[in-house]
């Protein structure tokens, strides 16, 4: 397609996702000035950059209770001080051996290491922070030269997306702010506008939108392995320039360089719904106004109008703690009293202000994650126990965490993993393993926490087996201890160079078996020599007992 014809379709489909986005844009907005008033990055908020966003709240629960949320979310599921993803192979029966489980926690270590050599963990934190408020995240993942993989998090406002028919999201366009002078600097005289080249000499620092777009390369050549044929295409043109002055740059990307959390998905609707922030953003508008109220009433209690007789008017009036002023008996005034006398039921306002800041809470988990938090010490029992204290509301996070699991970090864990893989710093497999498929297993202190119910299952059937044993030893025998150690320790997160393989096993059981077998000989042999001996003893006639057993006439 020549390039002209390009620009035009990048400039029509832009213009399409953004007719989409605008339904959404009121209730995003008000999410932004009620919840996480410097978050968001709209069109018109480009000029009001410094200035104070927090004007309509007067109550910081909702935005402390969204920062509790993005904190425990990070610690929950990708914590930067324990293990919250294990590698695994496909084919179970690959995983007892020995060079294949050296090979998995070889890359899983490097992997660690990017993770923690990068940026990535501060940016998982404002990322869940925008998941919980807005309902959808995206973190851009590009190779780096020094830490091999960066990081970064867009805000709500700045871009939009489309989902491909698998309601996967595969389709990115973002608006950047750059001045005249960066556009020159980073895409050459040459390929901005001339307008840009003008303002480049009369306003250096003017800013001048430009749109990022990445989506599938439908015109790639498979065979070509330059920049404009990778599985995705990469643009940047100026918003606003003329068709015809084409392309800042072009080039692609051989894995979508995005992933996109949504915390719910509404039918082919490509933006996240139904998230904290969202359930929240009523009782958070009321909170507000009860606590403007709140501290109105307060201000009208300690200091109401008040009414004076009309001899004062040209009097001063010592208002002021220890203050005297002078009224005449004579004209009958009773002094200087408040206007009209109305009792704000302050108690009752600071109670329903409460209620609505606990709701906000469960609306963000809040209570959930201070409970995990609390029991998150060693001789605890850790998310097990915040587990038992709050499974209705882990219960009802249960579904997100499993959609982070398709949207977030299956396609993160797989972008780091090729981008790692290209720069050649991870592990060789072992050659029957090319072609295998690696899984992925999360064992984050959420993720624990929501298997920790088969734990209990398995504990409990093998307390009724052992029960039932007293009765009937042979019922013992239907129980697969094996396996279920396997399970465990799968579950729990043990690591696995402590749990030995089926062939390890089998061998051990196989030198106790031949040891044993060896004792119950040397026994037998013992024994047989004690019966021989006595048998030697024992007179029979002219001989002994041995001798009438072997046949042997006595001398």
Known sequence: MPRLDLRKKF??????????????????????????????????????????????????????????????????????????????????GLMERDDVRAYLRGVEERLYQIF????????????????????????????????????????????????????????????????????????GKENVSHETITKANTKPDDKIKVIHAVEPNDERIPDM??????????????????????????????????????????ASDPYGTDQPGLIALGDAKQLQAGTFRKAAGLDRNLNPPLQAPADLKNQRIMNVPGGVTFVSSFSGSQGIKPMYDVRIPLQDIIQDNLQ????????????????????????????????????????????????????????LIDRVFFIAQEAGVLPEPPEDLADQDLKIEY?????????????????????????????????????????????????????????RSDEDVAEIRKIKQQMKQGQMALESGVAAAGAAKDLANAPVGTGNMLEQLAGVTPA
């Open 443 to 499: 064992v984050s202190s959420l993720a624990k926490a929501q298997k920790v119910a088969a734990i209990s299952n398995m504990e409990r059937l093998s307390g009724l087996i052992g029960l039932w044993a007293q009765f009937n030893p042979d019922v013992i025998d239907k129980f697969d201890f094996d396996q279920a150690t396997d399970e465990a320790s799968e579950i729990l997160d043990v690591p696995t160079n402590i749990i």
């Open 356 to 411: 609505i800041e606990e709701r906000i809470k469960d609306a963000f988990f809040v209570n959930m994650f201070l409970a995990i938090q609390a029991n998150n010490r060693p001789q605890d029992m850790k998310a097990e126990v915040a587990f038992q204290i709050d499974k209705e509301r882990l219960l009802m996070l249960g579904p997100v965490l499993e959609s982070l699991n398709e949207d977030f970090l299956n396609p």
């Open 225 to 266: 392995i330059d920049a404009e044929n990778k599985t995705y295409r990469s643009v940047y043109y100026e918003e606003g320039s003329r068709a015809d002055e084409g392309f800042l740059a072009v080039s692609g990307f051989d894995t979508f360089p995005y992933v996109v959390s949504r915390w719910s998905v509404n």
């Open 116 to 187: 923690n050599k990068s940026n990535f963990y501060p940016m998982a934190a404002v990322s869940y922070y925008e998941l919980g408020v807005f309902g959808t995240a995206p973190m851009s993942i590009k190779a780096d030269f020094e830490d091999i993989v960066r990081f970064d998090t867009y805000t709500v406002g700045e871009y939009w997306i489309a989902t491909n028919s698998r309601g996967v999201v595969d389709v990115l366009y973002r608006r950047i702010w750059k001045t005249p002078v960066q556009l020159i600097e980073e895409f």
């Open 11 to 92: 400039d029509t489909r832009l213009a399409d996702m953004k007719n989409i986005r605008i339904p959404h844009e009121g209730p995003l907005k008000d999410l932004r000035d009620y919840i996480a008033p410097n978050r968001g990055n709209f069109l018109e908020d480009e000029g009001n950059r410094g200035k104070r966003k927090d004007l309509k709240i007067y109550n910081g629960i909702p935005t402390l209770s969204a920062r509790t949320f993005g904190a425990g979310m990070k610690a929950g599921v990708t914590s930067s001080s324990r293990p919250w993803f294990r590698l695994a192979m496909s084919d179970r």
